[in-house]
């Protein structure tokens, strides 16, 4: 735009000079033309520029790192005026995590009446991406006046882990339940056993054929299933590291592929992590793949805080662990306990993990 300028006012002393020493009819209309037009499209450029508008929006809401996005930043003028050039600035920032560390992009924008831009861009880590227009250049059609303009215009993206899954195929019937002795009376699920009588028995459990064929009663033992629920503790320390980012991307990427396999194999599952802006304790059930999204989305909401995955650990010990639940304590950090099984996202292979695990359930 400066080199235009230059060429501009270069052009505008020359045709100024040749009306001073010729004074003749075009070099007069000439010089009109060289101030009137710009002078004109500078108000169209006030107009479109005081009047101008953005809408952002992003068409996909969940999506995975490495994955492409589509940003569409729409342009509206009250005045129905649009300048010749749009020049956007869009900063994406992750908000589970302290700092200001942003990824900047640019775009240029349309000149079609209906002004919509695409911009594209990778998420690189896991979390909420919250994208936001920082500036917007716009300059006239004649390109000798601009301007930088600042929007607050922002949405978010939630850029989930991928699950790893595990190797193994299943073959042949299911995995036998679990069950325990069933204390009420008229309960009618799995039969557990044969035994003989005792006083209080409901006379509906009677096997009466099998009775018949001996001197004693024999009753149909009834068990119910035992409710199996795996808890996952997450820690969302912060980490004085400069691989702070992928620590945490290896520890949300550990908790979803572990829950996606619970949820496969029909355990309930409880992730547990700490708070530290609400210095409270946050559950999230996981029962199938639906409540699996919900539960990272809103696990990746919650903002990383100083020892949370100690307070994290404490809460368990405190009101879980007496239920005999088994827990798995996911962390980036150094953590010991001998009361939860530590899972070091830096030291363990993840594929071996999620094997391993699903060999046990």
Request: negative net charge.
């Amino acid at each position: 735009m400066r080199k235009r300028r230059l060429l501009y006012i270069v052009c505008l002393l020359g045709v100024f000079w040749l009306n001073v020493i010729y004074v003749e009819y075009q070099f007069f209309l000439l010089l009109v033309l060289l101030i009137v037009v710009p002078a004109i499209s500078g108000v169209l450029f006030e107009l479109a520029a005081n009047g101008l508008k953005l809408y952002l929006n992003i068409p996909q809401k969940e999506v995975h790192p490495g994955q492409l996005v589509t940003v569409c930043i729409k342009a509206v003028n009250r005045h129905v005026i649009f300048l010749g050039k749009q020049q956007f600035q869009i900063g994406v920032v992750y908000l589970n995590t302290p700092g200001n560390e942003k990824e900047m992009l640019q775009c240029d924008g349309v000149t079609e009446k209906v002004q919509q831009t695409m911009a594209e861009f990778s998420p690189k880590h896991c979390g909420i991406a919250q994208i936001d227009i920082e500036k917007v250049f716009l300059q006239d059609y004649l390109g000798l006046i601009g301007t930088q303009k600042n929007f607050r215009g922002s949405c978010q993206l939630a850029v989930l882990p991928e699950p790893v899954l595990s190797t193994r195929v299943r073959t042949g019937m299911e995995k036998q339940q679990e069950y325990r002795y069933s204390a009420v009376a008229d309960d009618d699920s799995d039969i557990l056993d044969l035994r003989a009588f005792r006083p209080g028995d409901n006379l509906n459990h009677i096997h009466w054929n099998l009775s018949l064929r001996t001197d004693d009663l024999i009753v149909r033992q009834y068990g119910e299933q035992i409710d199996v629920k795996k808890v996952i503790l997450v820690d969302l320390s912060i980490l004085n590291t400069a691989q702070y980012r992928s620590r945490m991307d290896a520890v949300y990427t550990a908790v979803a592929s572990i829950a996606n396999l619970y949820v496969e194999n029909e355990v309930n599952t409880l992730i547990l992590a700490w708070n530290g802006q609400k210095q409270s304790a946050e559950y999230l059930e996981v029962h199938d793949r639906t409540e699996l999204n919900r539960a990272m989305i809103r696990l990746m909401q919650i903002p990383c805080s100083s020892r949370a995955g100690e307070h994290a650990a404490a809460v368990y010990l405190k009101d879980i662990e007496a239920q005999g639940q088994q827990a798995l304590f996911v962390t980036a950090g150094s953590y010991e306990n001998n009361k939860v099984r530590i899972v070091n996202v830096e030291k363990i292979q993840l594929q071996e993990l999620i094997d391993e695990l699903w060999e046990k359930i």
